[in-house]
C-alpha cells in the first residue's frame, strides 16, 4: 500500500502539480479561495459516529472559518454535540486547487448572525438580502479553527 501512495506521490509531482502544504493555519497562498464564493463541503459526526456531508458557504474571519446555518439542522445538532469537523473547499476557477481542513467548533453564536447571512448571499447570490430565510427561523455562527489543513494545487 505505501508504495502505491508513494508511486501516486511521485506521478503527480511528475505531471506538475504541487505536493500539499500542510499546516496548522490556510496558508496565504490559499486564502484567496475564502473570498471567493466557493461552496465547501462541511463533515460533521453523527451521534452513532457515522459522518454527515452538507455543501456550505463559508466565511474567514481571524484564522478561524465561518459558517452560517440554521438552528436544529442535523448539521448545527451534530456540531453542539461533538465540535470536530472537516471541510474541503474547491477554488471555484480551478477545481485541481483547494483547501482540506480538520478543526473544531470554538463557538456558537447567534449574534451577528442575520446580518452575516445577508453579507454572504451578498458574496454567493450578488443579492442585498439573503432570499430563502424561513419565519421563525433563527441563524447561527460556527467558528471553525483549524488543526491541520492540506492546501493543494
Avoid: C
Avoid at 436544529?72 to 486547487?97: A, C, E, F, H, W
Avoid at 448571499?121 to 491541520?148: H, M, S, T
Wanted: proline share 8%.
Amino acid at each position: 500500500m505505501a508504495q502505491l501512495i508513494t508511486a501516486a506521490f511521485s506521478l503527480s509531482l511528475k505531471v506538475g502539480t504541487q505536493a500539499p502544504i500542510m499546516s496548522k493555519a490556510i496558508p496565504d497562498s490559499h486564502l484567496d479561495i475564502l473570498k471567493k464564493p466557493s461552496f465547501a463541503h462541511l463533515a460533521t459526526l453523527m451521534p452513532d459516529g457515522a459522518p454527515q456531508s452538507s455543501p456550505v458557504w463559508v466565511d474567514f474571519s481571524q484564522g478561524r472559518v465561518i459558517v452560517n446555518s440554521t438552528q436544529g439542522r442535523i448539521k448545527d445538532q451534530n456540531m453542539r454535540t461533538d465540535p470536530r469537523v472537516s471541510l474541503s473547499i474547491t477554488d471555484p476557477d480551478n477545481p485541481y486547487r483547494g483547501i482540506l481542513l480538520r478543526g473544531r467548533v470554538i463557538e456558537i453564536t447567534t449574534e451577528g448572525a442575520d446580518d452575516h447571512i445577508d453579507a454572504m448571499a451578498k458574496k454567493y447570490l450578488n443579492q442585498d438580502r439573503y432570499p430563502f430565510r424561513q419565519p421563525g427561523e433563527v441563524r447561527v455562527l460556527y467558528y471553525i479553527e483549524p488543526d491541520r489543513v492540506s492546501a493543494m494545487g
